[in-house]
């Protein structure tokens, strides 16, 4: 099955900088890969993903870029901002009827002031 | 608006009572699920429908079951609940299709087994 890892657990960085997490999978038959933003107490957001078809999709300060060959794709936000800090997980499947995702671990982000 | 809605969003229950979770949808979405999330974890996934066909996960427990009455709806059932199973459950739906595989949560339910 596929397996899922994501780096790194915790990343602290200031207002205005960039933050960039990182995740590979195993499965070369994975096609879809989604980002989620969960902040404490709350539902797991989804805030972009990427099909494997692209290599790169951006929507504001938060782009995702995939590499099909090296199995690793990559959430990198911009400017970030306090409200920018959660839990973010990556999540890999190969679509069909009924897609179950593989989640990383989580990457803890805080924004601090 | 369309959504996935979750009741309760906090559940008490003692050790060994049976618990029931709701879920439902106005996403028309023909797939949902039902994960767990224990505090600094993944979601991890317990089973699914997709339409009325059940599928359980190999390391979901014999304890958690599941009904789906119609497209709308999707129960959780908890047997006998242990101190084990605290958890938050997340629902989420996605559809079949070219916007496939995008799964949307509901707010989800706190259990607590006391």
């Known amino acids: 099955g596929e397996n899922v890892e994501q780096h790194p657990s915790t990343l602290s960085v200031q207002e205005g900088d960039s933050a960039v997490i990182k995740c590979t999978y195993s499965?070369?038959?994975?096609?879809?890969f989604p980002w989620y933003k969960q902040e404490l107490g709350k539902r797991p957001q989804l805030i972009i993903d990427?099909?494997?078809?692209?290599g790169e999709k951006k929507d504001q300060r938060i782009a995702v870029t995939l590499n099909k060959t090296a199995k690793h794709f990559s959430l990198h936000i911009t400017e970030t901002q306090p409200e920018d800090s959660a839990v973010y997980f990556c999540?890999?499947?190969?679509?069909?009827?009924?897609?179950?995702?593989?989640f990383g671990t989580g990457t803890r982000l805080q924004v601090m002031l | 608006d369309a959504m996935v809605i979750q009741n309760p969003r906090y559940q008490v229950t003692q050790f060994g009572k049976p618990v029931t979770l709701s879920c439902s949808q106005t996403?028309?979405?023909?797939?949902m699920y039902w994960y767990q999330q224990k505090s600094s974890q993944a979601p991890k996934l317990l089973f699914h429908?997709?339409?009325?066909?059940?599928?359980n996960e190999a390391d979901t427990p014999d304890n958690f079951q599941s009904r789906r009455p119609n497209t709308s709806f999707c129960f959780l059932d908890i047997r006998s609940p242990g101190l084990g199973d605290a958890a938050m459950y997340l629902c989420?739906?996605?559809?079949?299709?070219?916007?496939?595989?995008?799964?949307?949560f509901g707010p989800g339910t706190r259990l607590t087994v006391t």
């Open positions: 989420a739906t996605s559809s079949k299709g070219t916007s496939g595989s995008r799964q949307y």
């Open positions: 499965d070369s038959a994975s096609n879809y």
């Open positions: 990427i099909r494997s078809n692209v």
């Open positions: 999540a890999a499947t190969r679509t069909g009827t009924a897609s179950k995702l593989t």
């Open positions: 996403l028309n979405h023909n797939v």
């Open positions: 429908y997709y339409d009325k066909d059940f599928n």
